[in-house]
């Protein structure tokens, strides 16, 4: 196409961002707290850096950093720079930062097919995709800097970078695709496990025909393009590589953390998603999909696209199959990451089907007005006319999607959340009057808010927040025996276990202190109270 006609793409693509931005914008605006314990996650890890503990579990003492750091760390650059509250940076800086998102997408589409495709898989991604699915659960843009939302950019930087390398067949582009793929590991591990198996199943291809067909140096040089990807991923993966493998050797103990299903994706709620996700747009993807079946001609990338579809399906089903059979059969089965983790990205792929899809639809009706009209339509109008039914399908649409589940009870939830004045007091004063160091011990429904984002220890924390690379079963049992301890008429029994763990503050709702029994191995006195609960400070004898 020419520059001329492309610059009308370039302003479609910018009225998108910019109406998604505003809604995005109104979503988080006057916000001082987000509603989802993801976010607590962050502000603990963000407080954690700021004291100059980078690479320590936040919430446990004497154990390393376990959750990927890209988002923790942007969102701690910020507060150095602005010098706003922790909580307030990370409830709103997403409708800003998230925009990169959407950015890339619409950049790859156009480097790997053309602009018609990225303009139709930018209003899919944005605007039809989702539907009512959370924002962690399909591939969009969102207000919300939850850890699949924010970071998916690099997945689609990565799959830009594998096709010049394979296409190209230069090793400066599989040492980019490697270094790529590292930085991706230090913002999630869904998109990683994604590429290598992408990446996997085409070389493992190649080096199969190779091997029959008796080429042995391509083996060589397949090797050796496999050796210029890893080692640029184990460097620009190192400072999350290092405490993941090297001090865990990526051994997970608590596995039902990788068997997380959240909301809709539980089990039961399957029939819900199933009907989440037949939409309108589902069947433009179909007919997408038929069209990229037939008709596209890369064979690189369309080994790419394959390999994307199939991957992310089959370890959605996979991993659905895993908690399932672990609890019905007893058989334990490999674990790799949560299943609508693969799920989120197999709806990205979709986007990219419904621009098909779209494209496919507007040339049969552009077809039928040339013939009925019997008047040949020149390119150029046939461009304008498809912009605009984009940006008209857009306007139609966007009632639809400004009250988005994201939009209106996330919102509404987190004002909630903000509303909750004597846990954010509790907060308040853990974080300027409590040491980081100390160790609090709670009852397990204050572990997430309000004391996990204080980065105070503790000795367990809900169990899909807990490290992963730790017994919880054995903490969270000896959290219930301190805490029976302390709120029985029963004898003493746990001094051992508030010895080994070095409990320094104990959190009580002030209906539990009001039950409460001073230990004959302890000392103790209040330290904060207000309507709610009562932090005592805990001094073993």
Not at 12 to 18: D, E, G, Q, T, V
Not at 160 to 173: G, L, N
Not at 185 to 214: D, E, N, T, W, Y
Request: with cysteine; glycine share 4%; proline share 4%.
């Amino acid at each position: 196409m020419q520059l001329r006609a492309n610059v009308k793409y370039l302003l479609a693509c910018i009225i998108m961002l910019l109406l998604a931005f505003i809604q995005c914008y109104r979503t988080v605006h006057g916000l001082n707290w987000a509603s989802e314990p993801d976010f607590d996650r962050d502000i603990a890890y963000i407080h954690s850096t700021l004291t100059g503990h980078y690479g320590q579990d936040p919430n446990m003492a004497g154990q390393y950093m376990w959750y990927n750091p890209m988002i923790f760390l942007s969102e701690t650059f910020i507060v150095k720079l602005t010098g706003l509250p922790i909580n307030l940076v990370v409830a709103r800086s997403g409708a800003f930062l998230n925009l990169i998102n959407p950015i890339i997408f619409f950049i790859v589409l156009v480097k790997l097919f053309d602009y018609k495709v990225a303009l139709a898989g930018l209003l899919s991604f944005i605007f039809l995709i989702n539907g009512n699915l959370p924002c962690w659960g399909a591939a969009t843009y969102s207000p919300w800097m939850v850890s699949d939302t924010a970071v998916q950019f690099l997945f689609y930087l990565s799959i830009f970078f594998c096709f010049k390398a394979f296409s190209e067949q230069k090793i400066i582009w599989f040492i980019i695709l490697g270094a790529a793929i590292g930085i991706t590991f230090l913002g999630h591990s869904a998109p990683v496990f994604i590429m290598i198996l992408i990446l996997v199943s085409i070389q493992g291809q190649k080096i199969f025909v190779a091997l029959k067909q008796k080429q042995y140096p391509l083996i060589g040089t397949y090797f050796l393009q496999g050796l210029a990807t890893a080692v640029p991923f184990i460097i620009c993966a190192f400072p999350f590589l290092y405490y993941v493998y090297g001090k865990y050797h990526l051994h997970f103990i608590n596995r039902v953390i990788l068997q997380c299903a959240p909301g809709v994706f539980a089990r039961k709620e399957t029939l819900n998603l199933l009907k989440l996700n037949i939409t309108f747009s589902l069947l433009i993807s179909i007919l997408g999909f038929i069209w990229f079946y037939l008709k596209f001609e890369n064979k690189v990338l369309r080994k790419i696209i394959w390999n994307w579809l199939i991957i992310t399906l089959v370890m959605y089903v996979y991993e659905s199959a895993v908690p399932t059979a672990d609890k019905m059969l007893h058989i334990n089965l490999p674990d790799t990451i949560p299943a609508f983790h693969y799920f989120f990205y197999f709806k990205a792929l979709q986007s990219i089907f419904v621009g098909f899809g779209l494209i496919f639809l507007f040339n049969l009706l552009i077809a039928w007005i040339t013939k009925l009209a019997k008047k040949e339509i020149t390119p150029k109008l046939s461009n304008n006319l498809f912009i605009a039914a984009i940006l008209l399908y857009m306007l139609v649409y966007y009632p639809i999607y400004s009250n988005r589940w994201d939009f209106t009870d996330l919102r509404q939830e987190a004002i909630d959340k903000g509303n909750e004045k004597d846990k954010i007091g509790v907060y308040d004063f853990i974080t300027k009057n409590v040491p980081s160091d100390n160790v609090l011990l709670c009852e397990h429904g204050l572990s997430l808010f309000p004391v996990m984002p204080t980065a105070v220890k503790m000795v367990s924390i809900e169990t899909y927040f807990s490290n992963p690379y730790v017994s919880y079963d054995q903490r969270e049992s000896d959290r219930v025996e301190m805490l029976k301890d302390l709120t029985t008429t029963a004898p003493d029994t746990s001094k051992k276990l508030f010895s080994a763990y070095k409990v320094g503050d104990v959190l009580l709702s002030n209906a539990d202190f009001a039950k409460y029994k001073q230990p004959s191995f302890a000392s103790s006195n209040v330290i904060y109270k207000n309507s709610s609960f009562t932090i005592l400070s805990f001094n073993i004898k």
